[in-house]
């Protein structure tokens, strides 16, 4: 298990950026792969990126491929996921996740959750 504690999240106009942030705890993160998956109210948590555990390779749902970009310090314990370009349809509590598969686009995959941030786009 490790934990985890997401921070970043905002209002921003459409087109803007942000960068989301995922701070997670223990000596064994390097271990996981990372994911981020997003959620909105009375919809189910839907796969946004994932990162495998060294950080060479990574994955994303179609919607936000070529504006967001996932990558991870391990030094640091953190995994990020920029967010350029943003669309009100990105607004959602978004989660950082760890799985001990390589990676996953799956919720169940995922052992570990943090608490969410909110990400609100504004038109």
């Known amino acids: 298990q490790v934990q985890l504690v997401e921070s970043g999240g905002g209002l921003v106009q459409a087109g803007g950026s942000l960068r989301l942030s995922c701070a997670a705890s223990g000596r064994t993160f390097s271990s996981y792969g990372m994911g981020w998956f997003r959620q909105t109210p009375g919809k189910e948590r839907d796969f946004v990126a994932a990162?495998?555990?060294?950080?060479?390779?990574?994955y994303y749902t179609d919607s936000v491929k070529g504006r967001f970009t996932i990558t991870r310090d391990n030094a640091k314990n953190t995994v990020y996921l920029q967010m350029n370009s943003l669309k009100p349809e990105d607004t959602a509590v978004y989660y950082c996740a760890a799985t001990q598969r390589p990676w996953s686009r799956l919720v169940s995959m995922y052992n570990s959750w943090g608490q969410g941030t909110q990400v609100t786009v504004s038109s």
């Open positions: 990162i495998s555990w060294s950080g060479d390779s990574t």
